[in-house]
């Protein structure tokens, strides 16, 4: 379900249904996966080694991230930026679904390659992406800005937050970041939809009766898959992007540990590899992984569930 396939026109979903299944695919899967966002964010951002070694270090394990978390900004910092991220995700999902099935539909009528080849999955993916990347890039910086903060807060609210960002910093300030992510993005929706149909193809060839049986399990363990080996091949990209989003924020980090200041992509690499070492453009990859493997599989998961609902209900429709 996930492009378009000319083989089964009866299956393919209208525009709109695509646009809805990746919104609310978007909408449950960042509900479910909020805390393990803020604890990756909080973990990329600390210049300090992430070990309990390094006395100076504020987080060092998912597990104790979580219980200091918990102590000194109680359980809703773990969803601290959600409205943003909640229409970041909703956004995003239409966007990137909407534009796949059209690219993947635009391959077939022009009769380019097939669309199940990898790389065109790879191409369509990764421009997909960067659609919705262009369309819902300034709430992403809100997103990261919400989530960086400890307390006292810098920004009570979403509005509060929008007015002093521009005033303080002007309107580029909400495409701060957006090189490393265009940069980071299409590889990495790239190989999610690419690997995510071939690990499909080779679950349905290692078990084909189980592949046909049980195809939710089918299409989240796909998915799962396809985010962890994606996030591995891109991470310090998504690192780099972070780092500078939360420029010109830095007094609001203080109480976390050390600030740096980035004057772009190459600079913030160097930094990195200086101060840092190659570990340094790792950090946070533990929780990311694990949100990874979550995110793209219930995302996967729930955008495959909703398109056969729709299907379902055509179906029923015919039918009366």
Request: charge should be positive; glycine fraction near 8%; proline fraction near 5%.
């Amino acid at each position: 379900m996930v492009g378009y396939d000319p083989k089964a026109d009866g299956r393919n979903n209208t525009k709109f249904e695509v646009a809805v299944a990746g919104s609310v695919s978007g909408l449950v899967t960042r509900a479910l996966i909020s805390p393990l966002d803020v604890i990756k964010i909080r973990f990329q951002l600390q210049i300090e080694r992430l070990s309990p070694s390094d006395p100076s270090a504020k987080y060092h394990g998912i597990l104790q991230a979580m219980r200091q978390i918990l102590q000194e900004e109680g359980p809703t910092a773990f969803w601290k930026g959600h409205i943003p991220a909640q229409i970041l995700s909703v956004g995003y999902g239409a966007v990137q679904f909407l534009s796949f099935e059209m690219l993947t539909e635009l391959v077939h009528r022009d009769n380019v390659y097939d669309a199940r080849e990898f790389s065109v999955h790879f191409v369509c993916g990764g421009l997909s992406a960067c659609m919705a990347t262009l369309t819902v890039h300034p709430v992403d910086v809100l997103r990261t800005r919400f989530a960086a903060q400890g307390e006292p807060r810098v920004y009570k609210t979403l509005r509060d937050a929008v007015v002093t960002m521009y005033r303080t910093e002007g309107p580029f300030v909400f495409y701060k970041g957006l090189a490393p992510t265009l940069v980071a993005i299409f590889p990495y929706a790239g190989l999610q939809f690419s690997c995510y149909s071939s690990l499909k193809h080779m679950y349905e060839w290692a078990m084909p009766a189980e592949g046909k049986k049980n195809g939710n399990l089918k299409n989240l363990l796909c998915g799962s898959g396809a985010g962890v080996i994606s996030k591995t091949l891109t991470y310090p990209l998504d690192l780099f992007k972070k780092r500078l989003q939360v420029g010109g924020f830095e007094h609001a980090r203080a109480t976390f540990g050390q600030v740096r200041r980035y004057r772009g992509l190459l600079d913030c690499a160097m930094q990195v590899l200086r101060e840092e070492g190659p570990p340094g453009f790792f950090k946070g990859l533990s929780p990311s992984l694990l949100k990874a493997a979550l995110s793209t599989g219930f995302m996967f998961f729930w955008y495959e569930l909703f398109c056969n609902l729709f299907h379902c209900m055509k179906h029923v429709d015919l039918r009366r």
